[in-house]
């Protein structure tokens, strides 16, 4: 018996199982892209947020609740783009250190408070705007969290206050007061 030999016609064989294998992996990162981007937004079902005006002419920020129940959405913090998780039931909006820092901060005075997971550090700041949507807010207390695991910010009732606010259907409307 012979041992084959390639030769010049098994050249296209292998260009062929090439472009095979190539079109597999462009094939499994495009699905790779797809499923990310539809996690994304089941995360943030809100990434495109515009204000509009109501029947009245008020201008207000409608927001869909994600899969988990919660109501996050794109937002800007002195011309910072954060994302926010709107909390009713945080006295001030609250953030990470490292996003303090990041947004650089002016930190004030250093307090215990007392949160969901018990008592924590904070320091107080001031945020000169905040934007959810087009709803724009000036002078917002906020309170600084060292241990603040991730980036997102939780939207509270400093800010919020200054809107009506209508949940409905899995539906939150942030309305303005004037």
């Known amino acids: 018996m012979n041992p084959v030999r390639p030769n010049l016609d098994d050249t296209p064989s292998r260009i062929g199982r090439a472009m095979l294998f190539g079109a597999w992996i462009v094939g499994l990162a495009l699905l790779v892209l797809i499923f990310q981007r539809w996690m994304d937004a089941q995360e943030n079902p809100n990434r495109d947020l515009a204000v ?13 609740r994600n899969r ?3 109501y996050v959405a794109p937002g800007h913090i002195n011309g ?34 007392r949160t969901a997971n018990g008592d ?29 695991p991730g980036d997102q910010v939780l939207l509270g009732m400093s800010y919020l206050k200054r809107y009506e606010l209508i949940q409905r ?9 004037d």
């Open 120 to 148: 924590v550090q904070t320091w107080s700041a001031v945020l000169e705007a905040v934007d959810l949507g087009g709803l724009r807010a000036h002078r917002v207390r906020a309170s600084v969290l060292p241990n603040m």
């Open 68 to 70: 988990a129940g919660h």
């Open 80 to 113: 910072e783009p954060v994302v926010f998780l709107i909390d009713t039931g945080a006295t001030d909006v609250a953030l990470p250190l490292d996003l303090a820092r990041h947004l650089g901060l002016r930190l004030g005075a250093g307090r215990m408070a």
């Open 52 to 64: 509009s005006l109501d029947a009245g002419g008020r201008p207000q920020v409608v927001l869909a």
């Open 169 to 177: 259907d899995g539906i939150l409307i942030l309305r303005s007061l």
